[in-house]
């Protein structure tokens, strides 16, 4: 009876110690998984193609299983209330990245809200000193029914804080222009249906972001080199900043920026980015070719530094973007830029250099649904030293979460699910959402994501950086 018992014992621990085996494999597994490493990619993806593993989100559907919050997620996604993806979700998912917010929680997109004035082209950025308080900007949109003849355009800011309920980041006090003076440029090249430009009064589009120390505005305006250009201020002269020495070297006097030529008689949507040796620079486009050059104090230029990888970037964007399918289609930079390090902060051996460490920004291809446009934006990566060559681009369009779309059924084909009746979202900044951090963040840092919606509202959606860069497709390798 006791060997009887002895082997019954010894079985028991041998059972126990496989289980304890295979939960610290598994364990093991999962760990890897969630490691950003860009030395590991698969050639798994939905087009064949290669692209980087991001691991499973970690914060899209937080929570212990069997509480509240796991409730409505599956696999990872969050789900219906029965449990299960929707069916739109499932579709989307195969010809789209989908981007859940990680703090609502219905995970939707939040509204960002400057109370009486209506506003497109956001940005925000944490407040310096404020906690739970971020920094908006946005242009001021003039809706039609209160639309006189005017070519007066303003960009209004405000401190913003969050609903409880996360859905909305509204202003704590009524808005306030932004004190940016109007251009008076070369009227003369302004010509035939541009003529209008040497009429306007005012900053277009402003976009506001960190650098690697303090914070900066571009905006459009007059050009003294072109009909309508690009402009640079040091943000914190615009705005009560509170105590802080403003360097002559860091734009306190507003400069135009320039370009290598030629120039385009309307330039829109440059950024800059800064190396690994905090060197600045401009990137002025992505397509049809890609142009950026070393920047100046005085806002002059170098020569254009895509030309040394012109092949091999333009090779990269032609295997994951779409091609054109008719004139009215076009690729477009769209976001400031943010350095990114493809290891978790939380990780203490994850230390930032030249072989982990890129520029992150976002481009958009914007499509004719109709008469409606639709705007699909694609992540970039690119290394942040010589010959600044493009590393990643997205493998799919990114589906921000809470979109609109009135399409009812769907063939699985992104043009029936891209109606002409969707939601319009064009994203116009990307930053860091903890307070005190400026250019620089980790892989499972959160970061915001600001858009427009229909040219008269403004949206945001705060992501990890992990989720926004999963599926994307290494250039590297052909």
């Not at 009429?199 to 960190?210: I, M």
């Not at 990888?309 to 295997?319: E, G, Y």
């Not at 705060?462 to 052909?478: K, N, S, W, Y």
Request: proline share 6%; hydrophobic share 35%.
């Amino acid at each position: 009876m006791a060997t009887k018992t002895a082997t019954r014992l010894m079985l028991i621990a041998g059972l126990l110690s496989a289980v304890i085996l295979v939960a610290k494999l598994q364990s093991n597994h999962l760990d890897l998984q969630t490691n950003f490493l860009s030395t590991y990619h698969s050639t798994g993806g939905p087009y064949g193609q290669s692209y980087i593993n991001a691991g499973e989100s970690e914060t899209a559907c937080s929570g212990v299983p069997g509480s509240e919050a796991w409730s409505h997620c599956r696999d990872g996604q969050p789900a219906d209330e029965d449990g299960r993806r929707s069916e739109f979700e499932e579709e989307m998912s195969r010809t789209h990245h989908i981007l859940y917010s990680v703090s609502s929680p219905d995970r939707k997109y939040f509204k960002i809200d400057f109370g009486r004035r209506s506003v497109l082209n956001p940005s925000i950025i944490p407040h310096p000193e404020l906690p739970d308080t971020w920094i908006i900007t946005a242009q001021l949109h003039k809706p039609p029914s209160a639309r006189m003849a005017s070519v007066w355009f303003a960009e209004l800011v405000c401190n913003a804080a969050f609903s409880d309920d996360k859905r909305v980041l509204s202003c704590l006090e009524p808005p306030l222009q932004l004190p940016i003076p109007a251009t008076f440029g070369d009227a003369s090249k302004c010509v035939g249906d541009l003529s209008y430009f040497s009429l306007s009064v005012g900053p277009h589009d402003a976009r506001v972001f960190y650098g690697p120390e303090i914070p900066y505005t571009i905006y459009g305006s007059n050009s003294f080199f072109t009909c309508f250009g690009q402009w640079i201020s040091d943000f914190r002269i615009l705005v009560d900043w509170g105590i802080d020495t403003i360097q002559e070297h860091e734009f306190r006097q507003y400069r135009e920026l320039q370009r290598p030529m030629p120039w385009n008689a309307v330039e829109k949507n440059w950024f800059l980015f800064w190396d690994d040796f905090g060197q600045m620079f401009v990137h002025h486009d992505i397509a049809p070719v890609r142009v950026f050059a070393k920047l100046e104090l005085d806002g002059s230029v170098g020569p254009n530094l895509a030309l040394a990888t012109a092949t091999s970037d333009q090779a990269c964007l032609k295997r994951f973007l779409p091609p054109s399918a008719n004139p009215t289609e076009r690729i477009h930079q769209a976001t400031n830029s943010l350095a990114i390090t493809l290891c978790a902060r939380s990780d203490q051996s994850c230390q930032p250099d030249s072989t982990n460490t890129f520029v992150l920004f976002i481009i958009q291809q914007k499509t004719l649904q109709g008469l409606h446009p639709v705007y699909e934006p694609y992540v970039v990566l690119t290394r942040r030293s010589m010959p600044y060559e493009i590393y990643a681009v997205s493998s799919k369009p990114i589906w921000i979460f809470g979109r609109k779309t009135a399409a009812k059924k769907s063939d699985v084909s992104s043009s029936t699910l891209l109606s002409e009746d969707s939601e319009m979202l064009y994203v116009t900044s990307i930053s860091w959402k903890s307070h005190g951090q400026k250019y620089h963040g980790y892989i499972d840092d959160t970061l915001f994501l600001a858009f427009g919606r229909e040219d008269s509202a403004a949206g945001g959606i705060d992501v990890t950086a992990r989720d926004l860069l999963a599926e994307l497709g290494l250039c590297a390798g052909f």
